[in-house]
T-cell receptor, first 114, second 115 residues
Framework: AQSVTQLDSQVPVFEEAPVELRCNYSSSVSVYLFWYVQYPNQGLQLLLKYLSGSTLVKGINGFEAEFNKSQTSFHLRKPSVHISDTAEYFCAVIPMDSNYQLIWGAGTKLIIKP | DGGITQSPKYLFRKEGQNVTLSCEQNLNHDAMYWYRQDPGQGLRLIYYSQIVNDFQKGDIAEGYSVSREKKESFPLTVTSAQKNPTAFYLC??????????????FGDGTRLSIL
């Protein structure tokens, strides 16, 4: 069965420090990969996506992610976080099978400490 | 600007009542989705629709119903059969058909609470 695992439910980090949010997936077919951000009491907003090509993708708000096929990972990184990055981050994949539905991770709350 | 509108933002329901959550999109997207979000549980798919007049159950469809009479609209009814309806409900849409890798776009959600 296909699945997405976000290894940390919460990640606390000091302001201006770097951060990495981890995402691993399991799928018998190739996948498209996505990271979304959810601010409190709001819907989800697309941060970045990997469809093909360069494995390093850049998104909005200074975030980037690297697709590692051998490790089936798509970790999200930012070199210096700001208080406004406080949010929940979701990793999702679309398996390239006939269903093409998103499979979601459980989310990681990024907590920025002043 | 195009987008997805969910209304109302907050909704209260008495036990035993049905309640309908609205979702409208002007993105000309074919597919629409309803998710339920509970604290610490991520997103769980309730129903989805790939085209007008057709929809499929997701992982947690029991106690919910939907309709898709128009491309722009995908209302969700939470029935009295749903025993624990308090949650944050998110509606999403995406291009579908031949374009299989398109991301979903989300509304701002409706928070449903039981009185």
């Amino acid at each position: 069965a296909q699945s997405v695992t976000q290894l940390d439910s919460q990640v606390p980090v000091f302001e201006e420090a770097p951060v990495e949010l981890r995402c691993n997936y399991s799928s018998s077919v190739s996948v498209y990969l996505f990271w979304y951000v959810q601010y409190p009491n709001q819907g989800l907003q697309l941060l970045l996506k990997y469809l093909s090509g360069s494995t390093l993708v850049k998104g909005i708000n200074g975030f980037e992610a690297e697709f590692n096929k051998s490790q089936t990972s798509f970790h999200l990184r930012k070199p210096s976080v700001h208080i406004s990055d406080t949010a929940e981050y979701f990793c999702a994949v679309i398996p390239m099978d006939s269903n093409y539905q998103l499979i979601w991770g459980a989310g990681t709350k990024l907590i920025i400490k002043p | 600007d195009g987008g997805i509108t969910q209304s109302p933002k907050y909704l209260f329901r008495k036990e035993g009542q049905n309640v309908t959550l609205s979702c409208e999109q002007n993105l000309n997207h074919d597919a629409m989705y309803w998710y339920r979000q509970d604290p610490g549980q991520g997103l769980r798919l309730i129903y989805y629709s790939q085209i007008v007049n057709d929809f499929q159950k997701g992982d947690i469809a029991e106690g919910y119903s939907v309709s898709r009479e128009k491309k722009e609209s995908f209302p969700l009814t939470v029935t009295s059969a749903q025993k624990n309806p308090t949650a944050f409900y998110l509606c999403a849409s995406r291009r579908a058909g031949e374009v299989s890798n398109q991301p979903q776009h989300f509304g701002d959600g409706t928070r449903l609470s039981i009185l």
